[in-house]
């Protein structure tokens, strides 16, 4: 990768205190670990829990062709991504780890796309084997951590806030078509997202009822619950919730938001509990709750979206690592990469199979690997994770 040159500008303030200048410039690399030694010194002492942030950052990639990718908004940056306390595992554990390194293979000079970059764990392993990453997250509290926790590799890493489906045009800038060795989606929410009750993911914690990966992307999931026809609401709940009371679900919700709007999640999860009776230890608005997330965050498109141009940015021998964990996106991927690697196509009404003008992939997953017992006692989370990999055809 051509060396990187960063232009940063951002402030930061305690919440609800003056805004503070942030850091300058920095190039190459080297930006992350000097905005982090700011913040530490204006945290001394505090034990105030978060950190504002309003800012942009460019990363330009110098020669043999010149281009941009830039972040910008505002975001919450927690303040263990500053202080590098709490260890890096109290945001997001990775799962599969191993098998995505076994699968990319990183090694010194390789290059990957990493396109949710969440808490950095799987991008730490890459940048520590040598690689060099561009890594990409839409929630700007994923991307501040990432890069703080990745800073020692600054000059190996250019952190992108984008969403992944714009990755042709960050890596079109930096001139990189055919230029990976791998790329990786870990697809969904961070553990993170989900813990911290004011992104509003969670019915375990009353928050506002959000649930955007983006902060500032159209459309809340308060937005859709109170706004969406009924029907549309009761086709979310059942394609992507898989929840066999989607209608009555939906007919409860328009009721309930005639009266009054639904602004919280504890208000949302308890209309659904009036309606879904409880199986199982799971919570009744468990599967309510995972639909309106894929629709607020448009999570099938993204991967539709991911996995369409990928092969013409692989190498020849590069890889395509995706992580699901909902039987939609696994069944996405599954027929996308069996479509892709098939040699030929047979239909019926052909007297002969004809080669396939399509594939441009080898099969290295047959088979969707899981967690192992290890990891899903250690991570329960990793329990509905399936890797399935690729490798690009010469
Ligand atoms: C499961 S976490 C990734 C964890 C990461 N691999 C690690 O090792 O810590 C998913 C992350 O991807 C981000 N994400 C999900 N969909 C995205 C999209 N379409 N574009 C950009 N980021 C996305 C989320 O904001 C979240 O931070």
Same mark, same amino acid.
């Given at each position: ?14 919440? /609800?205190?003056?805004?503070? &200048? *942030?850091? @300058?410039? =920095?190039?190459? $690399? ?5 905005? !982090? +030694? #700011? ?9 105030? /829990?978060?950190?504002?942030? &309003? *800012?942009? @950052?460019? =990363?330009?990639? $110098? ?5 941009? !990718? +830039? #972040? ?29 390194? !076994? +699968? ?11 396109g ?47 969403k992944f489906s714009s990755y042709p ?16 989606f870990?697809i ?51 394609e992507y ?53 894929m629709a607020?965050n448009d999570e099938l498109g993204e991967l539709r979206a991911a996995l369409e141009g990928a092969h ?8 395509l690592?995706v992580?699901t964990?909902h039987?939609l996106e696994d069944r996405m991927v599954k027929q996308f990469f069996?479509r892709h ?54």
């Amino acid at each position: 990768m051509p060396p990187l040159f960063f232009c940063f500008s951002a402030r930061w303030r305690r919440r /609800g205190g003056p805004w503070l &200048k *942030g850091v @300058g410039s =920095a190039a190459p $690399g080297g930006l992350w670990r000097r905005g !982090a +030694a #700011w913040l530490r010194s204006k945290l001394e002492g505090s034990d105030e /829990g978060l950190l504002e942030a &309003k *800012g942009w @950052g460019l =990363a330009l990639a $110098g020669l043999p062709r010149v281009g941009s !990718a +830039a #972040w910008g908004g505002e975001g919450v940056v927690p303040q263990r991504c500053a202080l590098g306390e709490g260890g890096a595992e109290s945001y997001h554990l990775p799962v599969l780890e191993e098998e995505v390194v !076994a +699968a990319l293979q990183p090694s010194e000079g390789k290059r990957f796309l990493d396109g949710t970059l969440g808490g950095g764990g799987h991008a730490a392993r890459l940048l520590a084997a040598g690689a060099d990453v561009v890594g990409l997250d839409r929630d700007p509290e994923a991307l501040a951590w990432a890069a703080g926790r990745l800073g020692e590799w600054s000059d190996r890493l250019v952190a992108v806030r984008a969403k992944f489906s714009s990755y042709p045009e960050i890596l079109g800038g930096m001139g990189l078509e055919a230029g990976l060795d791998g790329m990786l989606f870990d697809i969904g929410v961070s553990s993170h997202q989900l813990n911290e009750a004011r992104r509003g993911f969670s019915f375990l914690r009353d928050g506002p009822l959000d649930m955007r990966m983006d902060p500032e992307a159209p459309g809340s999931a308060a937005e859709l619950v109170n706004t969406l026809p009924e029907e549309e609401l009761a086709r979310i709940f059942y394609e992507y919730g898989d929840e066999k009371a989607s209608r009555r679900v939906a007919k409860a919700l328009v009721k309930r938001r005639g009266e009054r709007l639904f602004e919280t999640t504890g208000d949302l999860a308890e209309v659904v509990g009036t309606v879904v009776p409880k199986r199982g230890p799971a919570s009744p608005a468990t599967r309510v709750f995972q639909g309106l997330r894929m629709a607020v965050n448009d999570e099938l498109g993204e991967l539709r979206a991911a996995l369409e141009g990928a092969h013409y940015w692989l190498k020849p021998g590069g890889r395509l690592a995706v992580i699901t964990f909902h039987s939609l996106e696994d069944r996405m991927v599954k027929q996308f990469f069996r479509r892709h690697s098939a040699a030929e196509i047979d239909r019926p009404e052909w007297a002969a199979a004809r080669p396939n003008p399509d594939c441009y992939y080898r099969l290295i997953t047959r088979k969707g690997i899981a967690a192992g017992e290890a990891e899903t006692a250690r991570n329960p989370r990793s329990r509905s994770a399936t890797l399935r990999v690729v490798e690009r055809l010469g």
